[in-house]
C-alpha cells in the first residue's frame, strides 16, 4: 500500500515531517517499509518546447531540435527519439544535470553539431521503464517548470505493510483516520456534490443476487453521456504518485476512488450488457470469460461472477470482462460497487492464479458501509471530468446487511490489563477519534462525561473488532506502548509439581545418548506397507487401522502403531549411505486401538495376559520408546576396535535404561514375536505384566529392509516404565565385612536359560548371597551334545559378620545340590 505525504493531506491536517510521520504510523502498527521522495535526482530537469526541428547534417538517424526552456535564448539539443516532432513538450535535462541513471549532462559535440541538453524518455528520468521514446508532457504546462513540480513530483511516498486484520488502513482515508487518533485533528472527507438527471436507473437496469452468501451487497450507478479521454493532470499524478498507471478518465477515477475509500468499483460499457441488466450468481462449470488482461480464464461451479441476461462479464471482486470494457467509444457507463464474501475472492483470485488491488482487498475484508459512499464519489467525479450526467437514484440490493456490533467497555478492566492510570474520558476519546460510536451507560456522549462504563458501537470498516480485549489494543496503541509503565510481574512463584513422566522421559534419554546412541525423530504417519515388513500377521490390531482422510502421499497415509518401522528405516538410509556404526534410539506416541483384544508388538500378537493399553473403546496415543543398533559399535581406536553389535549388547542397554529409572524387580522371559529371530528375543515383565521386548530381528526383516547386518530392536511402553520407576535413593553404609566371591560352572540343557540357575542360588543363598552375575557361556567339543555351559560370578556377604571358608563352602555346596536337584546340573571341571 502506497500514500504519497500531499495526497495524505488532502484528508488531514498535520505538521509532521515525513521521518516523524513514519514513526508515529509504525508506533501505531501500521509498518512503514520505506520513505522516498519522488523527485530525488530530477532537480535541474525542466519542462521545454520543441519549437524547430531539423535534419542532422551528418547523421541520419539524429535530428537538431530548438527547444524553449524558459530563457532567453532556446537550446539546440541533438535528439535521435522517433517521436520528436515541432510542438512537444518533453523533459530537458540541462546541462550539469546528473540523471538518476547516472548520466551527467554536457555541452558536447555530436557529429559536428552542438548539444546543449538533452530530451529524455521516461526510463532516463528513472519514473519507469519505458525507453521507446521521448516523455509526452501535457501542453497545459508552462514551459521552463521544473519537472518535479509538473508531475507533482515535490512528494514523499510512503510504502505501508499493512497486517491482514487492518483492511481499513488500505485507503487514504483509513490512514488519515490514524493520523487523526495521533493528532486529534479533524477528518476532512470528500465533498460530493452529485446531480442528477430526471431518467430514473430502474428504468434502465436492475440487478438480481442469486448468490447472497458470496455478494452480501452490490449497488449500481448509470453515468450517460460520458466522453471518454485522458485524464487532467492532477488525477494521473496522483496514480502516479503511488505507482499506478493511467488507462482513460474512467478507469482513472475508479483507481483514484479505490485509494481514497479502499472500495474497489468497476464500470461496464452499459450497452455492453445484454439486456443492460446485472446478475450475481455461481458460475456455471467450466464457463469461460475472457478478463481484461485478454486472457481466457476457465470458471468453477464455486467461482462467483457478474453476469448480463445471458454471459459472465466480470470476474467478481477480482478483474472485470474484455468483452464490457471501456473504450473510446462508450458513451453511457454502469457504475459497480459491492462488497463480496472474503473466503470466496481468496479462493477464486488462488485457484485462477490472479492477485489485483482489487481482489487484494476484498479477500481481507472491505467496508460494506463504504460501498455508496464510493460508488457516489466516483459518479460525481464522471459527471466532472467525463462530461456524463448520473441518472436518478441508485441501484442498491442489500441481502445481507448486519447489524453493528456492540461491545460494553470496562474502564476499569482497561487499566488492570494495561497497567495505567488513564482516565475513561481519554479512553473514550481515542476510540472517537478512531471512528468508534461511544456512549456511556446513560447512552449520553462519553465525551462530556465520565460514566463508569462504555456502549461501544464497532464501525463497519473495522470488522476485526469483536471483543473489549480488541478494544482495549486500540486504546494501548494510540496511548503508546513506550507510555505504558514496566513493572516487574508480583507474587510467589509456585514450585512445579514433579511430572514423573518428564523424569523418566529425562532419565532415559540421557542415558542412551551416554551410551552412544543418537535420537531419531520421525514422521508419525508411515506406509501401510511396513507392517508386512515387520512380518505382523494381517490380523494383528498393530496394522495401521487410522487413516489419514488426506495424506501427504500413500507412504504416509497411515498413523504409526510402533516405532519399529521407522527405526529400520532410518538404518536403512544411514546403510545406503556407508554408515556402518548404527545406534539410533527414539521416543514418541503411537496411535492403538483402545479395546480389550488391542496387541502390542512388545508382548507378542499370541500373548495371553492382560493389554497393554485399557479402556472404553475408541484410540488412544500412547508413548513409547523404541532403539535399533545394527553393524558395528566401537571407537575404531586402540583399545575400543570395531566389532560386530550382537544380542548382549542390546541386553545391557536395556539394562541400563531400567536401571536409570530405578527398576530392579523385572523378570525376563522368552517370546515369540514375528518381528524377531525365533529364540532370540526377549520380553521384561513387572509382577507378571509384560512393559517392553527386545532381541535380534528376523532375518525376512533384514532383508525386507536391504539390511546386509544383523540389527537389535528394543521397544518399551513409556506410561509402562513411569508407572515403575523408582527416583528415591536409600542410603546404605558401606559393610565392615569382607564379601567372598566364588565362580560356578555349570553343565545344562541347552533348553535351560541362564536366568533360571540365577534364581535358584539366590533362593537357596538366601540373605547371604548379595549378587549373581553370568559372565560366559559356552558350547563346543568340551561339553556333551544337547548341553550348555554356564559361569556365574557369585558374591557371598553377611551383614552381621564375617563369613568363614568353612561357612561360605556349606552354603556353595548347597547351591550346587540344588541346581543338581532342579536342573540336573552338573559341575564342569
Given amino acids: ?132 521514446g521521448l516523455m509526452e508532457l501535457p501542453t497545459d504546462i508552462s514551459i521552463g517548470t521544473s519537472l518535479v513540480a509538473a508531475l507533482g513530483l515535490d512528494d514523499v511516498m510512503f510504502e505501508l505493510e499493512i ?57 449500481a450507478r448509470v453515468i450517460q453521456g460520458v466522453k471518454v479521454g485522458e485524464s487532467p493532470a492532477w488525477l494521473r499524478q496522483r496514480l502516479e504518485s503511488v505507482d499506478i498507471g493511467v488507462i482513460n478518465n474512467i478507469v482513472d477515477i475508479t483507481n483514484f476512488v479505490l485509494m481514497e475509500y479502499g472500495q474497489p468499483l468497476h464500470a461496464f460499457d452499459y450497452h455492453k450488457l445484454t439486456e443492460n441488466r446485472i446478475v450475481v450468481r455461481r458460475a456455471v462449470e467450466g464457463e469461460q470469460l475472457t478478463t481484461l488482461d485478454e486472457t481466457d480464464r476457465e470458471l468453477t461451479a464455486d467461482m462467483l461472477v457478474i453476469a448480463d441476461a445471458e454471459k459472465p462479464v466480470a470476474l467478481a471482486g477480482v478483474m472485470g470482462g474484455y468483452d464490457s470494457e471501456i473504450t473510446e467509444t462508450t458513451c453511457d457507463v454502469l457504475l459497480e460497487s459491492a462488497y463480496f464474501n472474503p473466503s470466496s475472492i481468496r479462493a477464486t483470485a488462488k485457484a485462477l492464479g490472479m492477485n489485483t488491488e482489487a481482489s487484494y482487498r476484498f479477500e481481507r475484508g472491505a467496508d460494506p458501509g463504504a460501498v455508496l459512499a464510493a460508488l457516489d464519489r466516483a459518479a460525481a467525479l464522471i459527471a466532472e471530468l467525463a462530461d456524463g450526467t448520473v441518472c436518478k437514484e441508485v441501484v442498491d440490493v442489500y441481502p ?170 532410518n538404518t536403512q538410509h544411514n546403510r545406503n549411505h556407508q554408515i556402518n556404526a548404527i545406534a539410533l534410539f527414539e521416543i514418541g506416541s503411537v496411535f492403538v486401538r483402545d479395546a480389550n483384544q488391542s496387541a502390542s508388538l512388545i508382548r507378542g500378537n499370541d500373548h495371553q495376559s492382560a493389554p497393554l493399553i485399557r479402556g472404553d473403546g475408541g484410540f488412544k496415543e500412547p508413548e513409547r520408546v523404541a532403539g ?36 530392579t524387580e523385572y523378570t525376563l522371559q522368552k517370546t515369540d514375536v514375528p518381528t524377531f529371530h525365533p529364540g532370540r528375543n526377549a520380553e521384561v515383565l513387572l509382577a507378571g505384566t509384560p512393559i517392553g521386548t527386545f532381541g535380534e530381528a528376523h532375518p525376512e526383516v533384514l532383508e525386507n529392509y536391504d539390511l546386509p547386518y544383523k540389527a537389535y530392536l528394543f521397544e518399551f511402553d513409556l506410561e ?71 559361569a556365574y560370578a557369585i558374591v557371598y556377604h553377611s551383614a552381621a559378620e564375617t563369613l568363614t571358608d568353612k561357612a561360605v563352602n556349606t552354603l556353595h555346596e548347597r547351591v550346587v545340590e540344588r541346581l543338581h536337584q532342579e536342573l540336573g546340573a552338573e559341575l564342569r571341571m
Wanted: hydrophobic share 40%; glycine share 8%.
Fill in 1 to 132: 500500500m502506497n500514500v504519497t505525504l500531499n495526497w495524505l493531506k488532502d484528508y488531514i491536517d498535520f505538521e509532521f515531517s515525513p521521518s516523524e510521520l513514519a514513526d508515529r504510523l509504525t508506533m501505531l502498527g501500521i509498518e512503514v517499509e520505506t520513505v522516498k521522495e519522488l523527485g530525488t535526482g530530477l532537480e535541474g530537469v525542466v519542462v521545454g518546447k520543441v519549437s524547430a526541428v531539423r535534419p542532422h547534417p551528418n547523421a541520419d538517424k539524429l535530428v537538431l531540435c530548438q527547444v524553449e526552456v524558459g530563457e532567453a535564448e532556446a537550446l539546440q539539443i541533438v535528439c535521435g527519439a522517433p517521436n520528436v516532432r515541432e510542438g512537444m513538450l518533453a523533459p530537458v535535462a540541462t546541462v550539469g544535470v546528473t540523471l538518476p541513471i547516472g548520466l551527467t549532462i554536457k555541452t558536447a559535440k555530436l557529429r559536428g553539431e552542438v548539444s546543449q541538453g538533452m530530451l529524455c524518455s521516461e526510463k532516463e528520468l528513472g519514473l519507469s521503464e519505458e525507453a521507446a
Fill in 163 to 219: 497486517t491482514p486484520n487492518r483492511p481499513d488502513c488500505l485507503s487514504l482515508i483509513g490512514v488519515a483516520r490514524e493520523v487523526r487518533a495521533e493528532t486529534g485533528n479533524p477528518l476532512k472527507l470528500p465533498d460530493v456534490d452529485l446531480q442528477e438527471n430526471e431518467t430514473d436507473i430502474r428504468s434502465l437496469t436492475s440487478v438480481t443476487i442469486d448468490a447472497p452468501d458470496l455478494c452480501p451487497r452490490y449497488a
Fill in 400 to 569: 445481507g446487511e448486519q447489524s453493528l456490533t456492540q461491545i460494553k467497555l470496562r474502564p476499569e478492566r482497561v487499566n488492570f490489563v494495561l497497567g495505567t492510570a488513564l482516565e475513561a474520558t481519554e479512553m473514550a476519546q481515542i476510540l472517537i477519534r478512531l471512528g468508534f460510536d461511544v456512549k456511556s451507560s446513560r447512552h449520553t456522549p462519553c465525551a462530556v462525561n465520565g460514566e463508569e462504563n462504555y456502549q461501544i458501537t464497532v464501525p463497519t470498516f473495522r470488522s476485526d473488532i469483536t471483543r473489549e480485549i480488541d478494544l482495549i489494543e486500540e486504546i494501548a496503541r494510540v496511548y503508546g506502548y513506550d507510555n505504558i509503565p514496566t513493572a516487574l510481574p508480583k507474587g510467589d512463584i509456585p514450585v512445579p509439581a514433579p511430572n514423573p513422566t518428564v523424569e523418566v522421559r529425562r532419565c532415559i534419554k540421557r542415558f542412551l545418548l551416554a551410551a552412544g546412541m543418537m535420537e531419531a525423530v520421525n514422521y508419525s504417519f508411515c506406509d501401510p506397507n511396513c507392517f508386512e515388513k515387520i512380518r505382523l500377521p494381517s490380523e494383528s490390531p498393530l496394522r495401521g487401522t487410522l487413516r489419514l482422510q488426506n495424506p501427504l502421499s500413500p507412504e504416509m497415509s497411515v498413523l504409526r502403531t510402533t516405532l519399529i518401522p521407522g527405526l529400520l528405516e
Fill in 628 to 663: 535399533v543398533i545394527a553393524g558395528q559399535i566401537g571407537g575404531g581406536v586402540y583399545g575400543n576396535l570395531y566389532r560386530d553389535s550382537d544380542f548382549f549388547d542390546l541386553k545391557g542397554l536395556v539394562e541400563g535404561m531400567l536401571e536409570v529409572c530405578g527398576i
Fill in 720 to 790: 509402562a516404565l513411569v508407572s515403575a520407576a523408582v527416583f528415591s535413593r536409600r542410603f546404605e553404609p558401606i559393610s565392615i565385612y569382607p564379601k567372598v566371591e566364588r565362580d560356578l560352572a555349570i553343565v545344562v540343557d541347552k533348553s535351560v536359560l541362564s536366568d533360571i540357575p540365577i534364581e535358584l542360588i539366590y533362593t537357596t543363598g538366601g540373605e547371604l548371597v548379595e549378587a549373581v552375575r553370568l559372565f560366559d557361556v559356552y558350547e563346543g567339543e568340551q561339553v556333551p551334545e544337547g548341553k550348555k555351559s554356564l
